[in-house]
């Protein structure tokens, strides 16, 4: 536990929100899991997960089940409570740890939501509570629900082949820095962490 603390602080910059992309068809919740807790455990801030098929989603449950006995195992019971939320649900629940917030996403929560936020956009014109001339990023960004409360994400991790985000957040990943890895089955603390020190070195110079 103190050793991924310390990794964590060794880097010379932390994203504060972690996207984990998963492209394969059959997802691992017990894998998941282990990043989930991992992303937490060095002090990353927000994490996001997502699968195209909204498997994750719709089983979160089972996924959050997980979580919590990988979280038993490898970091114990000695924190504060986390806050995970599920997003475009009322649900929420307590049960993780270290200041990190989770959301788990479904393809809903991408290009749907954009469309969503639109509409809404649309209204409060014909309500004459906007002017079309009010239009821009950060208003957009408010009336998007499904990252209510969480900044962009400043990293992906794309797991699979498939060389794509497959709809993951489109309207907020044009700052993002994405990261393949072969696949989340099986994956290491090694190979996650080689990933986060990868970004660490990464000049990212904003489109200039």
Not at 19 to 34: F, K, N, Q, R
Not at 134 to 151: C, I
Not at 154 to 182: A, N, Q
Request: net charge negative; proline share 4%; charged share 20%.
């Amino acid at each position: 536990r103190q050793r991924w603390r310390a990794d964590g602080r060794a880097l010379r910059k932390l994203p504060v929100h972690v996207g984990l992309v998963v492209t394969e068809e059959e997802p691992s919740y017990a894998d998941m899991a282990s990043l989930v807790v991992w992303c937490m455990a060095v002090g990353i801030s927000y994490v996001s997960v997502y699968d195209h098929n909204g498997i994750f989603k719709r089983n979160n449950s089972r996924l959050m089940d997980e979580i919590l006995k990988q979280q038993q195992e490898l970091i114990g019971l000695d924190c504060s409570k986390y806050t995970v939320e599920f997003a475009n649900q009322d649900k929420t629940g307590q049960v993780l740890n270290c200041q990190s917030t989770l959301k788990v996403l479904s393809p809903e929560d991408g290009k749907a939501d954009i469309v969503k936020a639109a509409r809404n956009f649309c209204q409060l014109v014909a309500q004459q509570q906007r002017t079309h001339t009010d239009l821009n990023v950060n208003v957009l960004d408010d009336l998007l629900s499904s990252t209510n409360g969480f900044p962009d994400p400043d990293l992906v991790l794309k797991f699979g082949p498939v060389d794509s985000t497959l709809g993951f957040l489109p309207w907020h990943i044009r700052l993002t820095e994405i990261i393949s890895l072969p696949s989340h089955l099986n994956i290491s603390y090694e190979e996650f962490f080689s990933a986060l020190h990868h970004y660490a070195a990464c000049e990212q110079r904003w489109g200039k």
